[in-house]
DNA sequence: GTTAGCACTCGGATTAAGTGAGTGCTAACA
DNA sequence: TGTTAGCACTCACTTAATCCGAGTGCTAAC
């Protein structure tokens, strides 16, 4: 089972090799690289070995060889040299990130975008869940009119709103909005349940002369926002990058994909799948849940504050992606993130 | 230049036909179909002269004909059949569009999702312009930290958010607030004026006991951000669509084409090339003014509210699109919009 | 253990021939 | 005079045959 240091050198660089020219390698290819110094029929020898040992495979008898999943596999654990993100990269990421945005979900939107850019892959982001989102304030304010908006902001920064049927003056407005944030405030959108609402109603009958069915109907409204809240949304990047790569260059292939991509449901599973690994998983191949990405790698980072994660972020590209530099761009981002949101929220109570 | 009554008939014949096989259509197609009662000599005959008259065009010699731009102007101004679009889709568009949506930008965006869905095609829609929005309010909320919250509501129903770096508490917020929309509210994005920010810092000033230097901190902000809100944002959908039509098998062709739909400054040309038009307009081919569309057609619509035009929804497909259908929707379309908004604001002052 | 040499494999490119949809023209017909 | 049948011709596309070369596995010599 265990791989001979020259053995592993040959992997390391029959994988370099086809990660770059995306074509099957062949002995001659290595031995003329000149780094091992050995000749094409040892290599020959040595490819035949790591054939058998499963990671590598042959397209066809007088092809080359390309790693199989468990050739990546071993790369990915073992060989794989780090990757240096440039200084010039960092710094236009940091400037990204950190010019002006002070909410949540554009900065969220924005790290994706950038994860797109550092490693030319589709990117897929999960925006800051709310359910794990603690509630900073929930306004009602009052419209001239037959309707008026609620506005949700949580402590990390995310704004929301939506416009209700229900008018309400002022004075309305501020009761409702004192009652409902002495409740909710503090509070995440999970944590809350349908007592916390009753217990809104009471105390706005109490302490206020506001009609008791304009209560309920506001409150009610307000009840259906919070649960929808918690429902995932999901976003994709770049998704056109796909076409870029011979792997998909038959538009048939490359519609199936980009037709899975477009589905929110598959792409909520994905995310969650990958949620259960420490700082970046991966995921090569047929390791992948959906027969879709057997012919993909998915490479996905947690975004959380504190220790509360938030979403996800997650990378999409052919199995010959550039692991090295995927991973240390996704590192990278997630590092930013985390000391933008504890800059972000320290300040806060 | 008048065509004979047979020769419009044979030429909506090669169109229809066209239009549904992407395939050059030839003599023998149109004879057998019998509505004409001729001969495919006859019908040669009088292709060719269509063709001497710039209407067809023959991709090589020996492979039937494809209608030119001429010939398809032709056919959208003279020939086409009106479309009828069936009553499960008006009513699925209504239900889609009335359900619930009281918010502009959700609207639009709907609306935008819809129109791809009906005819199939890549849309492109510009989100609804503030600058010609009327403002109906302006707040200022305070959060509890450093920072607060600016909210903007139109008469339509456009909610913006932004969140600004400058503590206020609530009795700064609420005067700020009093003061901003005193000045701006029912005013236009457009017709704000840097005096207009001097009267709301004066106003404030002089009846308000909040700190001078605070007040155009957050007027400073509030001045900023309606700037930045006059510029047009496009959204695309359904991109991918373009994959499905062998005008773009070849990969090559269809990425140019997706990057070329990613690129907002771009659409936001073309959006812009299209609005001098009355109700629906019609680009075809070369008539375009970018050379990426070359091969597309662009069928455009505006949004409005009473007679003030907010945006735009465009379907872009291939030249031999079905015009009827297409034109029949985005018409559709802007008639539910127009009745929704008139509904949506007839209730305010 | 390494390497040179060689027969063998097989996908991809190249070429040649065949196919068929379509045209344009001509001559006959109503 | 308009319509049509007939026929030679064109040309993209398909299929088959051939060639080419990168690559392999195996063997024998170093």
Redo the contacts with the bound molecule.
């Keep these: 089972m265990d791989l001979s240091d020259?053995k592993q050198k040959i992997l390391q660089a029959i994988i370099d090799e086809y990660i770059g020219t995306a074509?099957?390698?062949?002995?001659?290819?290595i031995s003329k690289r000149n780094e091992l110094?050995?000749?094409?029929?040892?290599?020959?020898?040595?490819?035949?070995d790591l054939?058998d040992m499963g990671y590598l495979v042959?397209?066809?008898?007088?092809?080359?060889?390309i790693p199989s999943d468990i050739g990546y596999r071993f790369y990915v654990n073992s060989l794989m040299q780090r990757y240096q993100i440039s200084v010039e990269a960092v710094e236009r990421l940091k400037e990204e990130l950190f010019n002006r945005v002070n909410q949540l979900d554009v900065l969220i939107k924005k790290a994706g975008v950038m994860a797109s850019v550092l490693t030319e892959y589709t990117t897929v982001f999960t925006a800051p869940s709310l359910g794990r989102s603690v509630i900073r304030k929930l306004d009602i304010i009052s419209m001239s009119g037959a309707n008026s908006l609620l506005l949700l902001v949580t402590k990390a920064g995310l704004v929301k709103n939506k416009m209700i049927d229900a008018a309400v003056d002022d004075y309305e407005a501020a009761e409702l909005t004192a009652a409902i944030n002495r409740v909710l405030s503090g509070k995440t959108c999970d944590e809350i349940t349908e007592s916390d609402f009753e217990e809104i109603c009471e105390l706005a009958l109490r302490e206020t002369d506001i009609d008791e069915r304009k209560i309920s109907l506001v409150i009610g409204y307000v009840a259906e926002w919070i649960r929808t809240l918690g429902e995932s949304e999901v976003f994709v990047n770049n998704s056109r990058a796909i076409l870029q790569y011979p792997e998909f260059s038959n538009v048939g292939k490359a519609r199936e994909m980009l037709d899975f991509l477009e589905d929110k449901d598959n792409l909520i599973k994905i995310m969650e799948s990958g949620h259960n690994t420490e700082g970046v998983g991966i995921k090569i191949g047929a390791e992948n849940d959906f027969k879709e990405l057997e012919n993909t790698s998915l490479v996905t980072v947690d975004y959380k504050i504190g220790d509360r994660t938030l979403g996800q972020i997650a990378v999409i590209g052919p199995k010959r992606m550039n692991y090295a530099k995927v991973i240390a761009s996704l590192d990278l981002i997630s590092t930013q993130i985390d000391s933008i949101l504890k800059q972000f929220t320290e300040g806060e109570g």
């Design positions: 020259r074509e099957p390698v062949g002995s001659r290819a110094g050995l000749s094409s029929a040892t290599i020959r020898n040595e490819m035949a054939e042959k397209p066809h008898t007088s092809a080359g060889r």
